[in-house]
C-alpha cells in the first residue's frame, strides 16, 4: 500500500526575483507497520536557499522536523492510521517565510496486525528425535508471510498460504516466535514441549482393606510416555516383579498395618534415570481407599413423547482412575470422565412402572462404587399432538349464483382454542366453533374441477390442520 503523488504546480511558493523557491514536490505515504502507524517520505527540488535548511511541520499536531537540503529524500513520521485524521504539512524555510509548499494527506487506513491462536502439535519421537505441526490465525498484516524463530534464533520464513507448516528435528523443548516478515511488532510465542523425554507416573489407591486382619492391598495406576519394553515394581527393599508397559493396573498386596511407612517405584528396563515413584506413608485404619459419595439425582420435565432425563452428582475420593461407569436396571449409560458438576443420563421412559437406579463405578477399582435408587416410579404422560381428522363434507344444494352449501364434520382433539378457520383452496370461508359441529358453510363456489380442496385449520394454529 503505497501512495504517490507529484506535485508540480500546487504549491504556495512566493519568490521574485530569483528568491527561495520549492519545486517539484512528491510525497509517498509508506506501509503501515503493525502499530497502526505509517510514515511519509518526501523529496523536492530547491533553489536560491542560502541556509540549505527547512522545517516540516503538521498543523493538526506538534510534529515539527528540521533537516537539510541535503538530507532529500527525508521520512516524517510517525502518524495515526486511524482512518479518520485528516493531515496538512507545511514546509518552510526558517529564514524566508514566503517560502513555503504545503500539501494535504487524507486519512490513511492501517489494519491492525495480530496474530493468534498458536497451536503446536508433536509427532511422536524416533530415536529422539519429533517433528512439530504449527498453525495460527492472523488478521491486518501487510505482507506475504512470516519468520519463524527457535529459541530467539532466525529459523525460516513462510507463505501465510503455507499454514499449517511443518518444523523438523526437535529433540528437546523450546521456544518459538512467530512474526510477521520483518515486523517486530506483531509475533506470537508459544513454546514445543519435548515429547521425547522419558516420563513415569504412579498413582495409589488401597483396596480390600481389612481392620480385623489388619492387611491391605494396593492398585498402582502406571502411566507413561517414551519409555521403552517394560519396568521393574518394587518398593521398601522389595521387588515386586517385571511389567510390560500395557499392565497400566497392578494388584499388589496384602500388606500389613503397621509402622511401614509404604512407598513403591517403577524403573524403566532401558533407562535406569527413567522412574516414577508415590509414597503412601504409614496406613493403620481403613478410612484411605476409594469412596463414592452424596450420589444425587435430579429429574428433567418430561418430554412430550412421555420421556426424561436425569442429572447425577456425586463425590469421589482416592480414586485412581480418570473415570467411571453408570449402569443401573440392566442398562450400561457409558463412561464418563470425572470432574465434570454433574452428568445428563437419559432420556428415560416414565412408564410409571419402573423404579429406576443409577450405580456409578470406579473404572479401575469396581468395588469403588455407589448407588441412588428413586423411591417410586416416574410417571410422564405422552401429550398428544394437535389432530383434525374423521372429516365428513356433505354437499346440501347449490345457491343459485354459482355457489353452493355442504355441511362440515370432523372430529379434533388437543386444539390449541375454541375455533377453527375453513379455505376452499386460497379463499376463506370463515371461522367456525368446534361447539357448533358440525356447521352448514355457504358460499362455497362452484369450480369446473372433480373435487374440491377444503383446508381445515386450528385457530391461529396453522400447523394443525
Known sequence: MRFLVFLSFMLIS?????QCSINDLAYEVVDCNGDQAFWVSINFNTAEIDNNLFVISETGSSFTQEFSVSELPVDIGPFSG??????????SNPEESNCTATFPIAPVCCPNCNLFDLVINTSDCEEGIFDASVNFEYEGVQGVGFDVFIDDEFNSFHSYNDLPINLNGFSGSQTITICENDNSNCCIDGTIFNDCTCDIS??????NCNQDSLTFDVILGYNSSNTQNGFTLGGNGSTYGNFSNVDTIINLGPFMMDST????????????LCFGAIEIGIIDDCNVYCTINNVFAEIHECDNDGAFFVDLEFDVANSIADSFTVRGNGINYGNFNYG??????GPLIGDCETIYEFVIIDNANEECRNVFEFQEPICCETIPECSIHNIIVDPIECDGDSTYALVLNFENQETTNDFFDVYSEDEFMGTFAYAELPVTIFGFPERDVEYDIIYIYDKGNYACF
Open 82 to 91: 486511524d482512518c479518520e485524521t485528516d493531515y496538512f504539512f507545511i514546509i
Open 340 to 345: 465434570e458438576d454433574f452428568y445428563t443420563i
Open 261 to 272: 511407612s509404604y512407598e513403591f517405584f517403577a524403573l524403566d528396563s532401558e533407562d535406569i
Open 14 to 18: 512566493n519568490y521574485i526575483h530569483g
Open 202 to 207: 504412579l498413582d495409589a489407591q488401597i483396596i
